[in-house]
């Protein structure tokens, strides 16, 4: 685990860590483990990382939503939502926050994350837009980024899942997020030559501002 600590971002701001690619459950029980052992004086964390081929079913999650997994494991995890496919070529993005420290509750943070998805496209002059019904930033009706969160004694973890650059296929193996036939999208698609490694400053850039505003 690589810290990487953006010297203009005061220190009361959450450290930034880049994973790298790595495998979902333990990424996962470090992430519970974390929110257990902190205390009022942790600094708050935010991990950035590429995923391998999983995928994760929410708490309140229906199987039937899981159509082929094939060769994909299917992994039950403890954050809202349904399922969603994480893999190489996304951005996933984790905040481990106290949330009281940036005064928000749990509408805010994810129309924060959701935020800082729509104005990091925005330098392409991509229009992003989030949904109340279905929360995510979508582009032409096409789910970008999927967002979902488990809030323990006023902290959160899980985060977001940005799509970069991949292998859009196994979408078609579940209903995202619990949707029949919803359509997802990356970058690529959208003519943007870049990887997540590089997304992942942008993107943690704008996510800092947002927070940095509301302390």
């Given at each position: 685990m690589q810290d990487l600590l953006n010297p203009s971002i005061d220190s009361a701001m959450p450290l930034l860590k880049w994973l790298g690619r790595v495998p979902y459950e333990p990424t996962w029980r470090a992430m519970q483990a974390f929110t257990s052992g902190r205390n009022i004086h942790t600094?708050?964390?935010?991990?950035?990382?590429?995923?391998?081929?999983?995928?994760?079913?929410?708490?309140?999650?229906?199987p039937e939503h899981v159509l082929a997994a094939g060769d994909i494991p299917v992994i039950n995890i403890d954050?809202?939502?349904?399922?969603?496919?994480?893999?190489p070529g996304q951005l996933v993005?984790?905040?481990?926050?106290?949330?009281?420290?940036?005064?928000?509750?749990?509408?805010?943070?994810?129309?924060?994350?959701?935020?800082a998805v729509i104005?990091?496209?925005?330098?392409?002059?991509?229009?992003?837009?989030?949904?109340?019904?279905?929360?995510?930033?979508?582009?032409?009706?096409?789910?970008?980024?999927?967002?979902g969160l488990r809030i323990r004694?006023?902290?959160?973890?899980?985060?977001?899942?940005?799509?970069?650059?991949?292998?859009?296929?196994?979408?078609?193996?579940?209903?995202?997020?619990?949707?029949?036939?919803?359509?997802?999208i990356d970058l690529a698609q959208l003519n943007v030559?870049?990887?997540p490694l590089q997304l992942y400053e942008k993107f943690a850039n704008k996510l800092c501002a947002i927070l940095n505003a509301r302390k």
């Open positions: 600094r708050d964390e935010i991990w950035f990382l590429e995923h391998e081929p999983v995928f994760t079913l929410g708490m309140n999650g229906k954050r809202g939502g349904q399922v969603t496919y994480h893999g993005v984790y905040p481990l926050l106290e949330l009281r420290r940036f005064k928000l509750g749990v509408r805010d943070l994810v129309m924060a994350l959701e935020n104005e990091t496209v925005a330098e392409w002059n991509i229009r992003a837009e989030a949904r109340r019904d279905a929360p995510g930033v979508y582009v032409e009706n096409k789910k970008l980024a999927s967002i004694r006023g902290c959160c973890y899980h985060g977001v899942a940005f799509n970069v650059a991949m292998d859009l296929s196994p979408f078609d193996r579940i209903n995202p997020c619990g949707y029949q036939g919803l359509q997802v030559n870049i990887t």
